[in-house]
């Protein structure tokens, strides 16, 4: 047990899926998961261990952003023995050649700061995601009717973004899309020599101004779901 997460030990897989949304990791855990059972309810960010094709998993909430990220990466990784971190979750489009629905592969992750900025002071960290995982993820999206995009996003410290110069050069930098957690992630995990992945599901357009609407994300997001899955154990 620790501060944030409840679980006894053993009650967490060495394999943890990560959606910010605590009421989207019950979604996935009772819709991918046999036997899924809640481990965690602390603060209600909801943990829940089932098995996968004969797999132990753990699909665990992050809270939204790096900071709330962090807490729970670091609990799950030094407190519990996690190995495998795969974050799932929705990102921003910001290339035109990137569609609502389609699912991002964050090889990389920039930030204009993270949680772990303190460890490296002048140093520019470059996160980026275990390769193994990579790979494994574009094979999983293969066999999928989902469009596919494998690079570079970016990590935001905030949501209601006023930058609209920043984002015109992420933009031109060729930038696939925005989310809030994935670089504080790729850096914890860097730190404790784990695995780790962002898996996206494009939920709006920051160019065109598109967006999903609610009722329609929860199906949208299962093709990312599979593809974490079948990444973790390839």
């Given at each position: 047990?620790?501060?944030?997460?409840s679980?006894?030990?053993?009650?967490?897989?060495?394999?943890?899926?990560?959606?910010?949304?605590?009421?989207?990791?019950?979604?996935?855990?009772e819709?991918?998961?046999?036997?899924?059972?809640?481990?965690?309810?602390?603060?209600g960010m909801?943990?829940?261990?089932?098995?996968?094709?004969?797999?132990?998993?753990?699909?665990?909430?992050?809270?939204?952003?790096?900071?709330?990220?962090?807490i729970?990466a670091?609990?799950?990784i030094?407190d519990?023995?996690?190995?495998?971190?795969?974050?799932i979750?929705?990102?921003?489009?910001?290339?035109?050649?990137?569609?609502?629905?389609d699912?991002?592969?964050?090889?990389?992750?920039?930030s204009?700061?993270?949680?772990?900025r303190?460890?490296?002071?002048?140093?520019?960290?470059?996160?980026?995601?275990?390769?193994?995982?990579?790979?494994?993820?574009?094979?999983?999206?293969?066999?999928?009717?989902?469009?596919?995009?494998?690079?570079?996003?970016?990590?935001?410290?905030?949501?209601?973004?006023?930058?609209?110069?920043?984002?015109?050069?992420?933009?031109?930098?060729?930038i696939?899309?925005?989310?809030?957690?994935?670089?504080e992630?790729?850096?914890v995990?860097?730190?404790?020599?784990?695995?780790a992945?962002?898996v996206?599901?494009?939920?709006?357009?920051?160019?065109?101004?598109?967006?999903?609407?609610?009722?329609?994300r929860?199906s949208?997001?299962?093709?990312?779901?599979?593809?974490?899955?079948?990444?973790?154990?390839?």
């Amino acid at each position: 047990m620790t501060i944030h997460i409840s679980a006894a030990p053993g009650e967490i897989a060495e394999t943890v899926l990560m959606p910010g949304d605590p009421l989207r990791a019950k979604w996935a855990a009772e819709t991918f998961l046999e036997n899924p059972v809640c481990v965690n309810q602390t603060r209600g960010m909801l943990g829940f261990t089932g098995e996968w094709n004969g797999h132990r998993v753990t699909i665990h909430g992050s809270g939204m952003g790096m900071p709330s990220l962090s807490i729970y990466a670091n609990e799950l990784i030094r407190d519990y023995g996690a190995k495998t971190l795969v974050r799932i979750g929705s990102a921003g489009a910001m290339q035109p050649q990137v569609k609502l629905r389609d699912v991002v592969l964050a090889m990389t992750a920039s930030s204009l700061s993270t949680p772990s900025r303190g460890f490296f002071k002048e140093l520019n960290y470059a996160p980026c995601a275990d390769y193994g995982l990579l790979q494994a993820a574009f094979s999983a999206a293969g066999k999928l009717d989902c469009g596919v995009h494998v690079g570079g996003i970016y990590s935001a410290d905030v949501f209601y973004d006023e930058r609209p110069d920043l984002n015109d050069q992420m933009t031109r930098h060729g930038i696939l899309a925005v989310e809030m957690e994935a670089a504080e992630l790729y850096t914890v995990a860097a730190r404790y020599g784990c695995r780790a992945l962002a898996v996206l599901t494009v939920s709006d357009h920051l160019l065109t101004e598109e967006a999903l609407p609610s009722e329609d994300r929860q199906s949208s997001f299962a093709d990312m779901v599979q593809i974490a899955l079948e990444a973790a154990f390839a």
